[in-house]
């Protein structure tokens, strides 16, 4: 008679020990969904290209405002006239341009996935067009003389003389347009990182790890945790945990005696 609660209390034991055993595995699994999780919501959120589009519009706009070119003429009748072309007479798209990159950061936001890797391949062909004038300025491509003279509306008679391209607002155009070229490479390729991050999260192992992991906290409530979806508790089936097994109450013995 004295052996018999000596024995069941060995078995007890071992039950004890692979439920342990079991909630190690079950606390392992969940931190490994939440660190997959924290990814996703990091990948999912456009900082970086919203800043470089930002940086880019200014640059843009603030390239359209400074002197692209001085060119200097004369008609044989009056003084030798100097004009100065600012970017957004050189190149009339350049205001335009950084206004798209403007209403582009509202973009982002506004659309996820697929479409959102579109606004970023439409971003990187207006930073395409955006450098295309500065990059033919800076090599000296076309002939820059007529083309500003035409501009400057000079009349009839008038010859332009020489024509001085200033390097610096080109360049600052050039960096801004491969600022927001940054911008649209990165947000087509977090259209592809936010995807595969959301297939990992709706891996059946990682959806049945919650399902355990959640089956396993109410079981060790004491009647005090919400009840759980058809689904969660299915796919915790799935997992090998079976929601039905919970805790004895407290004060009964192996049996359900009180002791």
Request: hydrophobic share 50%; with cysteine.
């Amino acid at each position: 008679m004295t052996a018999t609660p000596g024995a069941d209390h060995t078995d007890s034991a071992d039950p004890a020990d692979s439920s342990a055993d079991g909630s190690n595995s079950s606390a392992a699994r969940p931190a490994e969904v939440a660190s997959v999780r924290a990814t996703g919501a990091t990948a999912a959120k456009p900082i970086v290209p919203v800043v470089l589009l930002a940086l880019a519009a200014a640059g843009l706009w603030a390239a359209s405002r400074m002197t692209w070119v001085t060119v200097y003429s004369a008609d044989g009748l009056t003084e030798p006239r100097t004009d100065d072309l600012n970017g957004g007479v050189w190149f009339g798209a350049l205001t335009p341009l950084a206004l798209v990159l403007v209403a582009s950061i509202a973009a982002v936001f506004a659309v996820k996935g697929v479409l959102r890797q579109l606004l970023g391949v439409v971003i990187s062909v207006v930073a395409a067009a955006a450098a295309v004038p500065g990059f033919a300025l800076a090599v000296g491509a076309g002939k820059t003389a007529d083309r500003a003279g035409t501009l400057a509306e000079l009349p009839v008679r008038a010859v332009v003389s020489s024509a001085d391209t200033h390097l610096g607002p080109a360049i600052l155009s050039i960096v801004a347009a491969c600022l927001a070229l940054a911008a649209g490479i990165l947000l087509t390729r977090r259209a592809g990182e936010h995807t595969e991050v959301s297939d990992k999260y709706d891996n059946p192992v990682f959806r049945k790890a919650d399902a355990s992991a959640a089956v396993s906290k109410q079981n060790a409530e004491t009647g005090t945790a919400a009840p759980l979806s058809d689904r969660v508790l299915w796919d915790a089936l799935d997992a090998g945990t079976d929601p039905t097994d919970t805790p004895d109450a407290p004060g009964a013995g192996p049996a359900g005696e009180s002791k």
